[in-house]
Structure formats: C-alpha cells, structure tokens
C-alpha cells in the first residue's frame, strides 16, 4: 500500500505475504514491484485507517479504562483488576475484536509493557507464512527472563539495528546473553544505559500505562507523482496540507505557538524551516500564510519538489478569545467549527476547496509525537 502503481511513491504498510518477498515500509515503489511484479497496489485511505482503530481503542476501552494507545495499531491495556485469568481475557478480546471489526488482532500477555510488546511480536513471527497473524503469547508471571532468554536481541524493545549489531561484536546475540553479560563491559559501552538494558533483558520493567499521549507536534506532507518546478502549484499543496494541520489541530483541541515546513528536492536534499508565532493559533489561514512565507524565503529557482510537508509544535491549550476586540478571529473560529462538524459528520471530503476536487497525492504520511 502506498504510491500509485503507475507513478513514482513509497510502500506505507505492505502485507505478510509481500514482507516474505523482502518488501518493507519507506521502500519505493519501483523497487517493491521489481521484487513482485503482480503486486497489488492500494491506495491508502487514512479515513478508513481512523475509522477502524477508533472502533478496536473502543472495545478496549469497554473491557477497562486504563488504556494506553501508542499507534493506530497498538495499545496497552491493563486487565490486572480484572478477576479473570489474563489469557482467557486475551482470548474474548481477540476474538470480539474478529468479530466485530473483521480485523486480525494479535496480543502478547505478561506482567509488564515490555515483555507483553515482545511476547505480542514473537507471537505475530511465528506465525509467519499465514495470511495475517491472529496470535495470542502469554508470559506467566516469573517466567519473564526464562521466555526472552532465546530470542534475538533485536527482539528487545529499544533494541535497534545498530545497537543489535555492536552488541554482536561483544559477542552478545541473545537476549539471555545481554542478561549474563559482564556489568563492567557493558558498561565501558552503554554508560549509564548499561544497568537499564540488563534489567529489560531479565524482563523487568516498571514503565506504567500513561492514560493520555501528550502530543508534541501534529504535521502532514504528502510525496509528488512527479517532481514540482512551480512554487504556485506547491504553494496549493500547502494550503491544502495546512488545512489539515489545523483541522486535526483542533479535533486535539491544541494550538500551535510555532509552524515549520519540511521540503525535499528531487536530488533528495532535504530542509525544515520554522517560525515561532507570535499568538499561538489553529486557524487554517495563520498556518498556511505562514507556512506559505517560509516556502517563498526558502525556494530556489530552477529546483524541483519531490515532497512538501508542514508542520506544527509547541502545542498549548487554546486560550479564551476576546472576541469583542478581535471580531475577525471569532467569525473565523465559529465558521472552522461548523466546518469542523460536517467533517466529522458526513466525512472529511465532504467540502474542500474547488482547486483540491479530483486531486490526489501518490502519499500522504500524517505524524503525531
């Protein structure tokens, strides 16, 4: 899923069958339809993507309050005061979430958010091969290190590549073996990062379920079908990204007190440029005409475009507006609003602007952090 088939784009999320292929996110898509040639390419459809995480956080949150959401696709939930055995709960959650959203879902069981992410990714890669994973791993209590002890240490959250691949050079390949490892030559590499790697390595971790994810920034940018020589037709694709920026801006009930743009030439040369407001805002117009200036200040004629992105940070509460000194500024929040409910209500292509009718990008990422 990701670019249009026909035209230039990245693979977003591809399926188990084309990962055993060697497709994987960030890949171009010219690539991926080397390594298959009938690969089946979707369009993604973020609307959709939304819509269906909302309906699974949902049965979640029917089952307990204490839900921690990380991602479209993945939360935490803590059952511990619940009476019944967790893989038993583990059992009825997966399989109301089968059937009431048609969707697979996979679920790792232990004591704590560390071993229940690896026991949710082991259980998910042993079933490579099927069409979708739809896998249950529990973890009983105490058995915690006795399950990480043989898995690869790259397993271990935290645990990137690099870091995978200079542990390999101490002779450290298992997750049990980062756990035996001699403290002082950890140490002498990881620092004070030592200590906490070994803990999560005998599966010990106090990391508590966080209720509500404070958002950082809120940011879209989208990848041309072909590279953009003209600063008028990039400057569409930023009102239309800065509009979406501050619809979901507002859904967040945020505003932003500084607003950046992300720009990649087609030579893959990319730069972020960013200004602090002087009132934070999530009016469509203070984003875009903003944005908008930082585009003209950072344009080079003769280059091309092959992304545009813009963003928001510095996220604050909005603050109460004095209408009756400023009358532009309400009319304009109250007409954003209205907006803001049909969206909601019919879909968020129910209005947009006559110049966005029939245009479509080949790839739209949207950030949260």
Known sequence: MGGR?????VVSTCSYAARALGIHSAMPMAQAQKLAPALLVLPPDFEAYSTASDQVMAILEDL????EQVSVDEAFIDVSDLPDDPGLIAARLQARINQETRLPCSLGVAANKLVAKVANDYGKGSRKGLDYPNAITVVPPGEEAAFLAPLPVQMLWGVGKKTAARLK?????????????????????????????????RGISDSPIVLSHTLK???????????IGDIDEVLHTVRWLSDKVGYRLRKHHFCAGTIRIKLRWSDFTTITRQVALAEPTNHNSVIYDTAAGLLRAAWQRGRKVRLIGVGSSNLQEPAVQMSLFDPGQDKETKLLNALDELREKYGKKVIQRGREVGRQSAFEEEEEE
């Open 217 to 227: 920034s809120i940011s879209n940018e989208t990848t041309y079908d072909k590279d």
């Open 64 to 67: 307990s309050p204490l839900v």
């Open 5 to 9: 088939a026909d035209q230039r784009g």
């Open 169 to 201: 050079t101490l002779g450290i390949e298992t997750i049990g073996q980062l756990a035996d490892a001699p403290a002082g030559l950890l140490g002498a590499h990881y620092g004070k990062w030592a200590a906490d790697m070994q803990r999560h390595a």
